[in-house]
């Protein structure tokens, strides 16, 4: 296909087409004639793998090209090649840190048997949550700790629906780009769903008692 | 106790107390002589409450005072009053929405007998929910919907370890304290745990397949 067709198929503008080729994060097309280029649907796929990882993920180009240098390596298996892309995606936060809300973490992990994210300065994950929990702790919620098991168990459930989800279609940039998508506005949808979770469990309990 | 010993046990600045005071958040303390006022535990619960909205819910003044009102509504189910409170706590969001994605919240909402909160232009969360699925049918994840149900399933696992986190103390302030905590704070920590959680189970499903 043509650029303008490209860009019709992906939703992409003509212009940030070009500008993605000249940035190097998608691959020129095969000339036709010396003025007109000639793609098809692998570039159609690498475009929205771009454009999440754009415009759901909000990272910069060069974030972006050092996620394609991974997600194009050869040698490495698409567990290894999604972990990448999800640190990439994961904003590292800067609040202080509270040590005991770090070791909560650490005594989760280890008994997650999550060896290989355990340290706070090397996975933005684990800083993620060692931040949240820091903040629990701040308004003197040390115990939310003891949610971390339960959440977990609920969010395996909902990790194997998005598991399946993104691999209906079956070529990697499919699969990391529903990876972007699903982790980014998943988290979303997670919230409101969250909510109405919260209302009909609480309908169930406190919903029959006179009032307080 | 004096306002000294409520500062220091809530860990709230006594000027902040003050301001509380002053804007009807906190009730009067009984006066011991002119100068001096005594506070309760009372106190110490609604002022952790007032704390909770404002530093972790990000409320205004006035938000808090409407949702004290309704808290201290006597004729009302509690399962209201965290309803009320949840809605308070959450941001409408401005973004258009596309009318096939409230469609598909309401469709989620009818399947799942949520008859009490199918309007987007009433309910907040409704309303949040239609914008996370707006965003993924703008870059052409139209089947996002079907996650909705297993999302609510794992939701509701988390759900009921949240209400019984919650209900360790009796008191209605420190619910729904425990509740501003508990939706806010856990929505970072559930995030967090999204991602570990990802993590474990494509290992589970592609950890052991050679490299694509």
Redesign the interface.
Known sequence: MRVGELSKRS?VPVATIKYYLREGLLPAGVLTSPNQAHYDDEHLRRL?LV??LV??GGLSIASVRDVLVAVDT??????NK??TV?EAI?QPGSAELDPLAVKDVQEF?AR?G?TD?VDVTESH??H??A???S??RS???D??R???D??????????????E?I??HGS?DDIIE??V???L???????????????????E???Q????
Request: net charge positive; hydrophobic share 45%; proline share 5%.
């Open positions: 939703g929205r454009r999440a415009d759901v050869r040698d490495d298996s698409l567990h999604l972990g999800q994961t992990f997650q999550a994210c994950v684990t993620m949550l931040t949240a929990l903040a629990a308004v003197g919620h115990d939310f003891n949610l971390l339960p959440y977990l168990e609920g969010l395996k459930i909902i990790a194997r629906a998005d598991l989800y691999t209906r990697p529903g990876m998508v699903g982790t506005i998943g988290d979303a949808v997670l919230k409101a769903v969250r909510r109405l979770a919260h209302g009909q469990v609480s309908r309990v406190f919903g008692r006179p009032p307080d």
